[in-house]
């Protein structure tokens, strides 16, 4: 069976009983995206398919034949490290560092989905084509993502330098990151 | 994680073939089943995936939109019609779960997600009549702060998570089925059913029959419309209580309203009760206060979750006023 595991062909024959999320640990030996609950609760294990962000413990590998899939370990590149990843370094986006592989994947498939307009829970006019990139509105999409040492302030600051309403302003990054995957 | 074989279903027809030949169960997004399959609660031999079937939202001659069943629940959210023509279904659906969580589920796939409870998962330490029919149900004397006050009997006490179908209950929508004596439809307030003796069978759908579509009827009025959710942290979390609701005021007067409520039973309950008191009354917050106390008169608390009764009150007023106050 062949996967396209950041952008390198893999061919590995599966039990369909594999998650995606152990296909990567245990299979590819891709140990950078985390198993936490590995029941669809603490977002974790978040990879990007195809520039989407999904929950690898609950996806069947066998579902992901021949797509996409980025995981922490495919941010960063020649230049060095993904914004987002130099961002939580900058504002101290975690402690123990075992949520940030899913919270950097899972921030950079919101971001996609708040460039091309999807609306969220908190989002007052959902006929709006363009939606403000406001804290609330990052905290809120990232309500998937758990960070049981309590970095989420700093979590949300990182999130917010990269991809917020105030990119662009004095101290942050004028552009938008390159989607990744 | 009990083996299954897995195959790939190319269209509907072909997903028929596939299931009546191996006796499988139909993969969408796997949000649900996967998990409950980990814990050995659901033990499929076979598994087809149909998230390759329909996945377009097309509009109908009629002005209906008809959403293929494995579309996936962000793209319904994100779609101008359902945004701009039925607002309390793209509100519920992101309020439900988690941004990784809806890119995966589909809507065939939200809609036959289990109801459950704590204690169904709970696999080794606790008796559910839903996973063994009969052996009685721990949630009904335990912590069930969580659990049904409508529709609930002794043998089974959970309720049904998904926030997508209070919308489609309200709307009215209808589920298009694909099984071995062909089409049919079928309301999708009648598709679930309550749990009276039989818990652990949640559905009017026959073996093998397959949800290929849910079509949304063209009411204009039903732009007026939305959905609250009420929950213990502010996002990413079952809820408490949740109200669909849509309102046409014609003068001062309700002429019509569609009214649908989450968290309280084991099924999307349509709160057909309170729509009889509130058509043709005056548009006040007495009214609408009447009709949530005539839909909850036959509400049944458990020992930890009576606080539900008037939370839901509440909220149907709160939804009612939000709607009214949107018209005028």
Known sequence: MRFVINDTDIETDIDPRTSLLDLLREQIGLTGTKKGCNQGACGACTVLVDGERILSCLALAVQYEGRQVTTVEGLADQAGLHPLQKAFIEHDGFQCGYCTPGQLCSAIGMAAELQRGLPSHVTGDLSAMAIRATREELAERMSGNLCRCGAHNGIIDAIDEVFGERRGQQGYDAEMPEKVA | MTPFSFARATDADDA?????????????????LVDLMRETIE??????????????????????????????????????????????????????????????????????????????????????????????????????????????????????????????????????????????????????????????????????????????????????????????RASYAFAL????????????????????????????????????????????????????????????????????????????????????????
């Open chain 2, 241 to 328: 209580i949740s109200v669909a609701a849509a309102l046409k005021i014609d003068g001062d007067r309700i002429s019509d309203v569609r009214l649908a409520l989450g968290g309280v039973a084991h099924k999307p309950w349509r709160a057909h009760k309170a729509e009889a008191a509130l058509r043709g009354a005056p548009a006040t917050a007495e009214h609408f206060r009447d009709a949530a106390r005539a839909e909850l008169a036959g509400a049944v608390p458990l020992s930890h979750n009576g606080f539900k009764i008037e939370l839901a009150e509440r909220t149907i007023v709160a939804v009612l006023q939000e709607l009214a106050g949107e018209i005028a």
């Open chain 2, 43 to 232: 033990r499929p031999t076979a598994l087809i995936d149909v998230t390759g079937l329909s996945s377009t939202i097309g509009e109908r001659d009629d002005g209906g939109l008809l959403i293929g069943a494995a579309v996936r629940n962000t793209a319904v959210a994100e779609h101008a019609a359902v945004r701009a023509r039925y607002p309390a279904l793209a509100r519920a659906i992101l309020s439900g779960a988690s941004g990784q969580i809806r890119n995966m589920a589909t809507v065939g796939g939200n809609i036959l997600q289990r109801t459950r409870c704590a204690y169904f998962y709970d696999n080794a330490g606790s008796r559910c009549n839903k996973r063994n029919p009969g052996e009685g149900c721990d949630a009904i004397e335990g912590f069930n702060r969580m659990h049904a006050i409508l529709g609930a009997s002794p043998s089974c006490v959970a309720t049904h998570p998904s926030d997508m179908c209070v919308a489609l209950a309200a709307f009215d929508a209808t589920a298009h089925l694909l099984g071995a004596d062909g089409e049919r439809r079928l309301p999708l307030t009648e598709l679930h059913h309550l749990p009276n003796g039989r818990p652990d069978d949640e559905t009017l759908l026959k073996p093998g029959e397959l949800i290929t579509a849910v079509e949304l009827p063209a009411e204009r009025w039903f732009a007026r419309s939305t959905y609250r959710k009420v929950r213990d």
């Open chain 2, 16 to 32: 028929l073939r596939l299931a009546s030949a191996r006796g499988g169960r139909y993969l969408g997004g796997g949000t649900n």
